[in-house]
């Protein structure tokens, strides 16, 4: 019956919104994902805005770390951070910005993470520092063609438009053709040069460098470019506010700190809340900056670290201090007087030797001695991790990763020479996978996915609703026909199994034309935006300007596909039971009726 056809399109047009809609919201789900992975490598140690310290021992440690059977490294690479929150001011714009600060080794956290895949002035000119630097102008030639200084325009031509393809090099070089006797066209914005002989050249006095997010400073257009500005040009001056913090996590009684930087870069991860809100300047600034280095305890402690033989920990524990560390003491300056008393906080592992208000902690190691000076440990906020590939390939495999990091923490921290309040920051450092850094956001967009998979799933079943009517309207026109097979007959099971058989043919015809369909459109649907866009500006449904990503996902799963398919053939059969179960018990006395 031709009526079929319509069961056929139902089937195949649920087939195909649930592929697209599943692909989509996938895509985008995946990219978040993807994206968090990138920018925070495989495991993350977190401490919160008051830092921890210990940071780079513990670095060097698990740098050590091999596999046992391999020998590989586990740990490529790992990099403190810091975090914190300023403000962000150009003097000459008067532009003022809230803005979360990262500090970074910039070397290592490019290999850390993909945080260098598109910083602009990088990419193209290769000379991004966050060291201090001066001003980059552009003057000219002998052919009074624009010109910059150093070697960025050899690294321009050489280096970066080799790397584009073909049509996109020619579209770069179309775009950005230097013309005598005209200032500097691109890429990027440059100021020129002050001098009398208009030779490129660094002005303006050494600033360290700060890579601002993109969205921070311009405006992105509907093609997915930013719209850059004259106003910030490369080496622009600015402030940043800071907001230093106590060990104690109490904000300082100190005046906050507004250094100068420079505009050196800007860079694009791809998700709007990092790029509007995140600048990046060099750990060692942003340490010294926030009070973050050693600094003089304000308590007078000072820390020893000593080789400890088992009889003189036999001394300590039983509260008398031996002779011969009280001679290390006296090498160092520091004569413990008579009444000096040994408290141990554990047992075997740290004493307290207090000598009137002066109270040293003592610990076993198997460093030998070394002297703190006094000071605190240097602290950071965050070390980020990432490890050989065959240790991140998975969830599993990474979890177990992370537990072997915690155990190897909690084994340090036991050993690290540390006072009561960095006790208190060490305990607070959690390790966590990339994953779960981000649970948040990944699960509000998966969430979301869910969500729009249930409404167009309740939207699919009027296809079942509608394979039942037409069934039913089958089986009412082939009553006579039933009945003349079973009163030769047939039984009721067999034809049953007909119309069960039939409904799960139309679903997999449906199911098969309704994937081609979802496949083919899930691969074109940017291609169809255009054409929509072509057709009349007010259909574009997805503008780079608006949303974080530059092209509407258009990746699908065989995965995906085949549930779908499945679940079509089987709506179909649950659709087409009823009347197949109506037209089995139809007996053939019934049928004369209608004779």
Known sequence: KRIAFFSVGAVTLCVAMMIIVISVMGGFADSIRNRAHGLLGDLVMDGGQAGFPFYQEFIDEIGKLRDEKTGERLVVQATPLIHSFGILQFPR?????????????????????????????????????????????YGFDQNDVADLPGDLDEHYRSEYLPSLPPAKRAAEEKQFCRDPRLGYPGPGVFDSTPLADNQPTYI??????????????????????YQRSSDYPRGEACMLTMLPLTRGGDVSAEPPPKPSFRYVDDSRTGIYEIDSMNVYVDFDALQRFLAMEAQPRADGQELYLFTAAQELEAELNAGTIPASLREQFAELGIALPADAAVVAKEPGQQWKITAGDRVYPVLVQDAGLEVRGGTTSPRCSQIQIKLHPACSKDRRTLEEYKELLRRRWNDFRQRAPMDPLENDLLRLVDVQTWEEMQREYIAAIEKEKFLVVIMFGVISTVAVF?????????????????????????????????????????????????SLLGITFVEHINDVQEFLARMNPAWRVWSPETYSFDK??????WSE??????????????????????????????????E
């Open 93 to 137: 714009t008067k532009k003022t910005k809230p803005v979360r600060i990262w500090g970074v080794r910039l070397d290592e956290y490019v290999r850390v993470n993909e945080f260098g895949k598109d910083l602009f002035y990088r990419n193209r000119f290769g000379d991004t520092t966050l060291a201090p630097s001066s001003q980059p102008v």
């Open 204 to 225: 303006g006095k050494s600033f360290p460098g700060v890579i601002i997010g993109r969205d921070v400073l311009f405006r992105r257009l509907a093609s997915g470019d």
């Open 466 to 514: 509608l394979i039942l009517c037409i069934f039913y309207m089958i089986v009412q026109e082939k009553i006579r026909d039933i009945g003349i097979i079973k009163s030769v007959g047939g039984s009721a099971e067999g034809v049953t199994a007909v119309f069960l058989a039939y409904g799960a043919a139309i679903g997999l015809v449906g199911c098969v034309l309704g």
């Open 552 to 557: 509407i996902p258009d990746v699908w799963k």
């Open 561 to 594: 596909v085949c549930w779908i398919g499945g679940l079509a053939i089987l709506a179909s059969i649950v659709g087409a039971a009823f009347p197949a179960l109506r037209a089995g018990r139809t007996w053939p006395v019934e049928t004369l009726r209608y």
